[in-house]
Each structure stands twice: as structure tokens, then as C-alpha cells.
């Protein structure tokens, strides 16, 4: 019975990953917490918030000439909604489509039952239990990246899964593209930070998948987050733009704290939220009608007794389950909830929090979970151990998504025959023809007896976690990348690089 | 804005427990996995087991007796059940019941969308981060039975917290029924190890409720692990015989392991549970008609690298709500799940498994949730400090089945009209209205920023939880126990221990 580890994690990702396209897929129902009367509520709250209130886009005519001829009423930089128009403009989007990696064995598809998870994002911190919490840097970006790639449950490479904050801040995405396509083959995303640097990254899509590729298929993905309360400014909408425009896709994401950039109350803050991203997607459709777009969601609340964010709290949950609902009704493919937490360490606090959330992600049906790997610290600091950690547990979660079959063999009738009352079912025919497939083998969570584990060194989690990330980074093997293209991605870095001053706030 | 500790703990509780009887209210749909297409198809399942396999009853002549009456297939010990006959019995089973509590305000109702929360059960050991691992003994007992007490989130007193390993194993039950009677008011369970001592347990109650009261209330529960599979011995069949025969509620719970005790696939698991737990409701049935049951559900796998159960699973999450699904059916107050976890101590492992199994205890609609606190190393150890976190979380759970409230003034139209796009919340008037009651104080979650929790020791959630059982059990104090009562169940105790021989294994 008993296997190696090896034999046990390779196994795992057989059985679980679908043969064509990587991504979980959900074979379970969504949990819908709110009844139809309660969402259409929400809706027509919205619709009136949107024309009563509206939001504001700043700095950007281009926008704001698209509003008018839409239909919508502009006034100054502020833009109203006649009910309508915007449920009216999404019917372009679609409701499922691909995201290409390199890699055609890693194209994720978004939407349907399709489940994607990609590492945390933004953060300008990492840690790790060697040397303590400090400034991320490319090394440390560069090495995220290959641990990603190593993760049979992670999906996707993200984006700024930390700050290189080493380098110039005009010039570090270039070298974050150039990580994404150079240490791994996933899908990635581009930098948002401001348009000619969303246009840099497309030009460095289209190096590595061909121009005539990338104006016919979406290849990035990029997290637009919004200004909330009911602000675009000129860096969202302006990245908005240029990622549709290219027919790339942007994942529209209202930031949404209740208590201080929403309404101190859960569905006021989930109407906020719903009534923004649909303003983000619909723009997306006025510059390309057909741009893939997705259904961003990221609403917590403040802790009133520190003025701070709070996460993987019960509210949020909630607000995840409506969001999810909210999305399929308007028909977009929908990012929601990751593995979130305050905590400053990988301890129970974090894994409390963060599986609070994740749980709440993958029932409310959400089809891609960025932040789903490594947060700490309300996205200030990338964890190595907590990386690790949480892709474990998107293991877990992939055998979750998968359910539980109803097929003949797996009632195991012939199983209590043989066994019977009071015996046992370690050896029965049944248990050894399935046993190596029956359960998902976490491999950072510990079963051995108090004793076993008390004689090896007594690890907490964390400090398994911590052999496991520098085990990985030991085996980790670089995809294959060709020549000519690696010279061409790196000729257009160096051409960048020296056209631009360097600038570092 | 901010608030101090007390006052935020305050507030909690005073606006989530509902007034007239303690417990939490599920105002949230539970989460049905399981299509009614596979539930008739594991109900089939299950009746043909009973027909063709069966269970058996180990010296237990009175059970087999009533089991013959009842047109049950009995021969030697085994018995078999034709179709419908258990359901039929199960019709005398109360849907909905209340346990009393010697503080009437703390009577609990079991059933419907009540969900009441319990200590872990069972443990021989407990552990805190000052004195590490050790063997429970009556002082540990009387620390924990405090310490449930103190918490607003933890609605019953549990029953073998840990094992008082100090005293005798036939008398020891006398211990902790009397501590349940003197150092909380809260609903208990009593002994199951021998049917002489659920006797005991329940002469302890008749003497603090009276015995006409006991006679037609439930005011005592006890907890019946079965010999899975398919068996009942004498220790097992006996106190469920003499808990119903008193109108008290046995917690019939099959002990499913799949691979080991249940087949290694968790629908057979689920089946064979299911099964189990039929039988042991109708036996209550065939004593006592009315008399009240609990479904009780404990399903897990076995970890196939080390041959220990595992805890915190995706599988066992699943096979919650399946389990939640069937006893809906059945029409039975369900046990389902707890802070289920492997891990010997309170770190990241432990509350990424707990919280997993509490979520799918919760959504699949648990009546009772024994196990919610404390609970280490596959239920080997009572952890001080798990246990305050695991009732911190509690408290999130309360407000997490409280739901979203759809009322006009949530939506806060008036907080979007003030602010409008670009402002904040914070001071609003809306804001100012709701905050103190609008999110969940999680006590011993750390929200700070990074230099101020450095500052202050950068502890970590275990270390705060020390500090917090300290200071609970330090502001500890006793309810009120009438003194004529503490008298005779001292002199009854006293009287019983002198009758007996010590036993110590």
C-alpha cells in the first residue's frame, strides 16, 4: 500500500489535469446564497446608482467621447447610465474564451466551469523564514516565477507576483514579460502601471506568439483595478483601452473596502462593486466589440478598530457567493476572491483567512482565482512558504472540484461482501484497485503519529514549507524558449531600456 | 470610529445571539452537492447493504430481541433489514428538539436551521505552548469546561473535553459530569463508555433538573461511536438503549475511514455511514418511540503514506454535505464535521484543515457540531490555545449563516448620494449609523500594520491565543449552582466511588 512521494504527486496531477487545456475544471454546483428576487434587488439598485451617481473618468477624452456616442450622458469628466446601456453593450462580450500560453498543452480557457489559478500579485514585499521580510527584487521575481511553473495546481504565471523594486519603475516591466515568457510557458499577465507599458508588454506578446497570432487570439491578460469609489483614472482606463483595442484581455476589478472606499454595509459594497465592473467591461466592448473581458471582484471590509483592510473575513465570503451570481447573470467569465489574509506570517492566522476565501472563490464559481498563491499580509508581502502552502491546498481544492462519482464500482458492493461487519479494508480487491487514485496526498500536511513526527524535528508547516520551496527551486528545469525569440525579446528590452530615463517613484 | 476590545466583543454577541434560546440561526441556504438522482441512488445503495450484509449486534440480547420483533432478519448477531423498515421506524423521531440547560437561557434546539457549536471531544492528551504535550487530568477538565463557558460562540459544554487520565476510568465520568453541573451552565453529554455510567450521568442530571423534569425533557446528550463497520457492540448498543429509554438523546456517529473502516471510495463511505446511522436511530426509536436521535456523520480517509487518518480533506468536505443532504431527507437533526486537523499544533496545517471541515459543517446545514474547538493531532490532543482560535472563528461563522441583509437602509443609496465618485466613507452618515455593529471583531486575527505588530512582539495567532485562555480563564466566573443541588451531587458521586473499586485501564 504504501507508495513513494514522488510516485503519490505525480499521480495526482495525472489523474486531475484535463488532457487538452490546463485549469480545474468544476464538476460541482455553485453555491447561490442569494435567491433571484434578492439579485434583481441588486440590480436595480445598481441601475440607479449608475444613474443617479455615475462614475468619473479623469484625464482621458478618448474615454469620455466613447461614453457619449454610446448613448450615456456626459457630463465634465462624469459619465451617468440610462438603464440599460451597459447590460445591452456586454452582449458582445463572450461568455467563455481562451487565454494562449506559449505552451499550447497550458492555454487556459476562461469561463463555463473552468477554474484557473494564478499567484499573488503586486506585492512589494517577500519573505521567507531564512531572511525575514524585505523589498522584493528581480532575483526574487525570477525565482516566484520558476516556483509557479513548478506547481502542477497553478495554472497561470500572474503578473506582478512581486515588486522588482531593483529595478527603475518605468523599466521593471519589461523584465517581468521577460520572466513570464523566458522561466516559464503559462499564461501570463501584463503591466497596467500606465499605457505605453501595457503597450510594451502586447509588443512582447507579439515577439513570442507572431503579430498575426495575437490580433486573433488573447495571449495576456492584465488586472485593471479601479480608483473605487466609482473612479477610472487615466492609467486604468487608458490600459483598458489598449488591451481591448488589441483584443487582449483586461480583468476589470473594483477595489472595494466597505467601511471606507464603500458603504460601511455588504451589499451596498457588492452593489458598488457590480455597478463599477460593468462600466470597466462595457468600455472595454465601446473600443473592441468582441475584446475578451473579465468580471473582477475584490470586496472586503476595514477593521474599525485599526483603520485597516481585513480579509478572508465572513463577510467577504458572502459578498464572493453574490458576486459569482451576479456575473453569471450578466454572462462574463469572473475573477473572485484568493488566498487572502492579514497575517504577517505563514501561521494559523494566514491559513484561517486564507482558506475562508478560497472556499468562498471556488463555490461561487469564479473562473479565474488571482491572488490564489503566496499572499500575506493584505497583498503588502509575497511569502515563499506561504507560495508553496497554498498551492498545496489548490490541490486539495482541484479534488474538491471534481466531486464525488456515482459509478457502479465506486459503491464497492463487492467490497462489504468480502469484508463484512467488523473486518477490515485495507486489502480487499476493491482498496487495491483503487487506492493510488482514491484521495489527494497533501504533501505539506503532516499525518504521522505525534512520535515520528516528534523524532524528525517537530516542523511546523511553515518550515516544511520552507524545504519544499528550496527542494523546488533545486529541481526546477526551464521550459524551452527559441533562440531567435529569446535574442528578439531581449534586443526590444535593451532598445526600451535605453530610449527611457530611469525613473524609481 | 475606533472602539475598544471589550466593547467590540460586547457587541458581537449581543447582536448576533438571538434572544429567547442560545445557538446560532442558519439564515443561508445550505449547499446541496448532490443532485436527488444520486441521493436515491445512494439511498438504494444502502438499503441493499442492510439486506444482504447487514450489521451485528455483539452481546447484546435485548437488542436482538428488539430488532426480532421489529421484522427485522435477525440470525446469531447479525442482523439483516428488509426494505422500509427503518424509515418506517424513524417516524416516531422528533425533526426538532430542545436540549435544556440548567440556565434556561442556554436550552439549545437541535434541528431546522439551528446550528449549535461544541467543544472537541474525546482527547487523552492536552497541549499548551507553555508545558507542550502531556496527559489530560481533572484540572485540565475544569480549565476547559471554563473556558467553553466563557465563550459567546460555543453554545454547549461538549462532553469528554479531554480525558482526566488522573482519575480512575470508572469513576472518572462522575468528575466531568459534575463539572458540566458546577462550572458552566450550559447543555452536556454525558458518559457512553458503560451503560452503568450513562446511569450515572443520568441520575447526576435527574438530581440538577429534578426527575420528573428529566422524564419529559432532553437534558442530556451522549455521544455513540460505532464499531464501523456495520457493528454495535455491547458498550455501543447499550447506551443507546439506556440514553432513549430516559427520553435522552443519543448522537448515533458511524466512524468511517475509507480505506480502512469504509471502503476506499467516499460515496461507499457515505453509504456505509448512512447505513450505520439508520439503525442506530431506529434502535432508539424501537425503546422509545419519540425518543430524541441525532444523525451523526464522521467520514474521513486514511492518509495511504502512513496508514493515519487524515482530517481537514477535500473528500471528507465532500462527503458533509452529501451526509447533510441525506439526513434532510430522513428528517433527523444532523452531527456533522468540526475543527477537524492532523497537525500537532496550532499552526497554519492545523487551521487550513479545521477551517476546511467547519465550512462544509456549516453549508451542509450541521444541526450540532461537536469537535468545533480545540481539536489537534486526529483528535489525540485538547489544544488551550486551538481552542480559543477555533471559538474566535465560530464567531465568524455566526456571521457568516447570519447572511446579507436586504433591508432599504443596507443598500446606504444615502452614503452614495453624500460621497459620490472619488470620496470615502469613513465619516459618512451612513457609516456613523452602522459601524459598530456592521462587521465581525475577529479578536485574535491580526489586522495592524507590519511596524506596529513588530513593535508590540510580532506574535504570531498561537502566541496571541496564549495570552487570551490566560485572560479568559483569569476573568472566569462561576454561575450560579443552587447549594442543596452541589450538595447531593457530591454526596452522590462520593457514594458511587466508594461503591466501586478503582479501575485505571
Redesign the interface.
Given at each position: 500500500?504504501?507508495?513513494t512521494?514522488r510516485r503519490?504527486t505525480r499521480r495526482n496531477s495525472e489523474q486531475i489535469k484535463a488532457p487538452l487545456i490546463s485549469g480545474a475544471r468544476r464538476e460541482?454546483?455553485t453555491?447561490?446564497?442569494?435567491h433571484d428576487e434578492?439579485l434583481e434587488?441588486i440590480e436595480a439598485?445598481s441601475e440607479?446608482?449608475l444613474q443617479?451617481?455615475?462614475?468619473?473618468f479623469l484625464d482621458d477624452p478618448e474615454a469620455l467621447k466613447l461614453w457619449r456616442a454610446s448613448g450615456a450622458d456626459v457630463s465634465g469628466d462624469?459619465v451617468r447610465f440610462p438603464p440599460g446601456l451597459l447590460q445591452n453593450l456586454l452582449k458582445t462580450a463572450p461568455r467563455v474564451f481562451r487565454q494562449h500560453a506559449r505552451n499550447p498543452a497550458r492555454t487556459v480557457e476562461l469561463g463555463g466551469n473552468n477554474v484557473i489559478f494564478a499567484p499573488a500579485y503586486g506585492m512589494p514585499f517577500v519573505s521567507d523564514l531564512d531572511g525575514g521580510?524585505r523589498y522584493g527584487t528581480i532575483r526574487d521575481f525570477e525565482n516566484l516565477t520558476k516556483l509557479v511553473y513548478t506547481s502542477p495546481w497553478l495554472h497561470h504565471s500572474g503578473g506582478t507576483t512581486c515588486e522588482p523594486t531593483d529595478l527603475p519603475v518605468n523599466k521593471r516591466h519589461l523584465d517581468m514579460v521577460y520572466a513570464h515568457l523566458k522561466w516559464t510557458d503559462k499564461p501570463f499577465m501584463g503591466s497596467v502601471t500606465a499605457p505605453e507599458r501595457a503597450a510594451d508588454s502586447i509588443e512582447m506578446a507579439r515577439i513570442a506568439f507572431g503579430s498575426d497570432f495575437v490580433d486573433r487570439n488573447c495571449v495576456i491578460m492584465a488586472n485593471i483595478n479601479m480608483?473605487s469609489?466609482?473612479?477610472f483614472d487615466y492609467a486604468m482606463s487608458g490600459a483598458i483601452r489598449t488591451y481591448a483595442a488589441a483584443g487582449q484581455c483586461p480583468v476589470i476589478v473594483p477595489f472595494v473596502l466597505?467601511?471606507?472606499?464603500?458603504?460601511?454595509?455588504?451589499?451596498?459594497a457588492?452593489?458598488?462593486a457590480y455597478s463599477e465592473v460593468l462600466v470597466g467591461c462595457a468600455l472595454a466592448q465601446l473600443v473592441r466589440p468582441g475584446a475578451p473581458v473579465i468580471f473582477g471582484n475584490f470586496v472586503t471590509?476595514v477593521?474599525?478598530?485599526?483603520?485597516?483592510?481585513?480579509f478572508g473575513?465572513?463577510?467577504s465570503?458572502?459578498?464572493s457567493y453574490?458576486a459569482g451570481q451576479l456575473a453569471r447573470r450578466v454572462g462574463l467569465p469572473v475573477r473572485c476572491s484568493g488566498a487572502f489574509t492579514?497575517?504577517?506570517?505563514?501561521?494559523?492566522?494566514?491559513?484561517?483567512?486564507?482558506?475562508?476565501a478560497l472556499?468562498a472563490a471556488v463555490?461561487s464559481g469564479a473562473n479565474f482565482v488571482l491572488q490564489s498563491a503566496g499572499w500575506l499580509?493584505?497583498a503588502?508581502?509575497l511569502s515563499y512558504e506561504k507560495l508553496v502552502?497554498d498551492a498545496d491546498?489548490l490541490g486539495?481544492?482541484h479534488?474538491?472540484l471534481a466531486?464525488?462519482?456515482?459509478e457502479d464500482d465506486?459503491?464497492?458492493?463487492d467490497?462489504?461482501?468480502e469484508?463484512?461487519?467488523?473486518?477490515?479494508?485495507?486489502g480487499?480487491a476493491?482498496?487495491l484497485r483503487?487506492?493510488?487514485t482514491?484521495?489527494?496526498?497533501?504533501e505539506?500536511?503532516?499525518?504521522?503519529?505525534?512520535e515520528n513526527?516528534?523524532e524528525k524535528g517537530?516542523a511546523?508547516?511553515?518550515q516544511r514549507?520552507n524545504a519544499k520551496w528550496k527542494s523546488s527551486l533545486k529541481e526546477y528545469d526551464a521550459p524551452h524558449l527559441d533562440e531567435g525569440i529569446d535574442e528578439e525579446l531581449q534586443a526590444f528590452m535593451a532598445r526600451r531600456k535605453e530610449q527611457l530615463p530611469d525613473i524609481w517613484h
Open positions: 500500500m504504501p507508495a512521494r503519490h460541482i454546483p453555491y447561490d446564497l442569494m434578492g434587488l439598485r440607479q446608482l443617479e451617481v455615475g462614475v468619473k462624469r521580510r480608483n469609489p466609482l473612479v466597505g467601511g471606507a472606499t464603500a458603504p460601511v454595509s455588504m451589499i451596498a457588492v452593489t458598488q471590509s477593521d474599525l478598530k485599526t483603520g485597516s483592510p481585513s473575513t465572513p463577510e465570503a458572502l459578498a453574490v492579514s497575517s504577517k506570517l505563514p501561521d494559523a492566522q494566514a491559513m484561517m483567512e486564507s482558506v475562508t472556499h463555490l499580509e493584505g503588502l508581502t502552502m491546498y486539495a481544492m479534488r474538491f466531486g464525488l462519482t456515482l465506486a459503491f464497492a458492493m467490497a462489504f461482501a469484508v463484512g461487519p467488523g473486518g477490515h479494508f485495507f480487499c476493491h482498496t483503487h487506492y493510488e482514491a484521495f489527494y496526498d497533501a505539506l500536511s503532516d499525518t504521522q503519529a505525534f513526527w516528534s517537530a511546523d508547516m511553515a514549507a
